[in-house]
């Protein structure tokens, strides 16, 4: 079935540790997002990518970055990981041949936990 | 800006009792709306939409209607299950998604 996987779905990292999320999609999307979620509140988006373009949320702190090398997969970095960084990140795709719309779902992955020790 | 407002919980119910989340919002434009649903430990699917003012959107025994006039999008069911246990986030898409505060439902056997 066409899905978005995330991997892995759970990950500890120390303190300021690197750390690297990835995720993938065979839905053939033009959007992949990037969502923070903290204890069941509403996910909160970090950035996206609309094709190769990077459109980064005014408040999203530096120490977060991402990448998209081609159209299945997206990755979020993490440069130095602080305790509040601990949260499940969502990525989300949407956008089926070109068509972005605001008629259109976004399909979320199912998540990967973040511990930082 | 965009903006949703939901009722928040947590909200605990009996087995086959009916269950109203209520939903607000605030737009520029003519946005879709969304009810998305998260079980434990899992990332958010999709429950129904509606993409214009008076669409009705079901699945799952769960209804919503989009109401312009009211500027709401409640969600209703009529007799839930314990499978139903979950978070319920309410979402406007006007190309970016704005999503309500989340509502935790619980039902008891």
């Known amino acids: 079935d066409a899905m978005v996987i995330q991997n892995p779905r759970y990950q500890v990292t120390q303190f300021g540790k690197p750390v690297t999320l990835s995720c993938s999609q065979t839905?053939?999307?033009?959007?992949m997002y990037w969502y923070q979620q903290k204890s069941s509140q509403a996910p909160k988006l970090l950035f996206h990518?609309?094709?190769?373009?990077?459109?980064n949320e005014a408040d999203t702190p530096d120490n977060f970055q991402s990448r998209r090398p081609n159209t299945s997969f997206c990755f979020l970095d993490i440069r130095s990981p602080g305790l509040g960084d601990a949260a499940m990140y969502l990525c989300?795709?949407?956008?089926?041949?070109?068509?972005?719309?605001?008629?259109?779902?976004?399909?979320f992955g199912p998540g990967t936990r973040l511990t930082v020790l | 800006g965009n903006s949703v407002t939901q009722m928040e919980g947590p909200v605990t119910l009996s087995e086959e009792a009916f269950l109203t989340i209520n939903c607000t919002y605030t737009?520029?434009?003519?946005?879709?709306l969304f009810w998305y649903v998260q079980y434990p430990g899992e990332g958010l699917q999709l429950l129904l939409k509606?993409?214009?003012?008076?669409d009705k959107g079901s699945n799952k025994g769960f209804e919503a209607t989009y109401r312009k006039e009211t500027t709401s999008f409640h969600l209703e069911k009529g007799s839930v299950q314990v499978s139903d246990s979950a978070v319920y986030f309410c979402?406007?898409?006007?190309?970016?998604?704005?999503f309500g505060a989340g509502t935790t439902v619980t039902v008891r056997a």
């Open positions: 989300a795709t949407t956008g089926l041949a070109g068509v972005v719309s605001q008629y259109n779902e976004q399909f």
């Open positions: 839905l053939n999307h033009n959007v």
């Open positions: 990518y609309y094709d190769k373009d990077f459109n």
């Open positions: 737009a520029t434009g003519y946005p879709s």
């Open positions: 509606a993409t214009k003012a008076d």
């Open positions: 979402a406007l898409n006007d190309y970016k998604l704005s």
